[in-house]
């Protein structure tokens, strides 16, 4: 079983916005660096952006200015808020939460970039 669970995927046009969501209610993500991968058709998973428990963020350079990953620690839930979607953003996105070396992941919500 899952301990985290991702939400917020779909089907945009290009240009459009989505806000993923990953949250959990197994573990206290707060305690955890989090992280957003993409994985495309026939690819390797890749990491997106990332957010230390101090809330220090690192991206991608295909997402940088377009992409933002923030947490809220209150809500135990850690969002990607995505603009100026592209079709290469098409993916099935992960939600990660590392401690201590291990890593912990969702099932995916699916990205679909697309006119």
């Known amino acids: 079983q899952e301990q985290l669970v991702e939400s917020g995927g779909g089907l945009v046009q290009p240009g459009g916005s989505l806000r993923l969501s990953c949250t959990s209610s197994?573990?206290?993500?707060?305690?955890?660096?989090m992280g957003w991968y993409f994985q495309a058709p026939g690819k390797e998973r890749e990491l997106v952006a990332s957010?230390?428990?101090?809330?220090?963020?690192n991206y991608a350079d295909s997402v940088k200015g377009r992409f933002t990953i923030s947490r809220d620690n209150a809500k135990n839930t850690v969002y990607l808020q995505m603009n100026s979607l592209k079709p290469e953003d098409t993916a099935v996105y992960y939600c990660n939460g590392e401690l201590g070396g291990i890593n912990i992941w969702g099932k995916g919500t699916l990205v679909t970039v697309s006119s």
């Open positions: 197994r573990v206290s993500l707060s305690s955890y660096n």
């Open positions: 957010i230390s428990r101090r809330a220090t963020t």
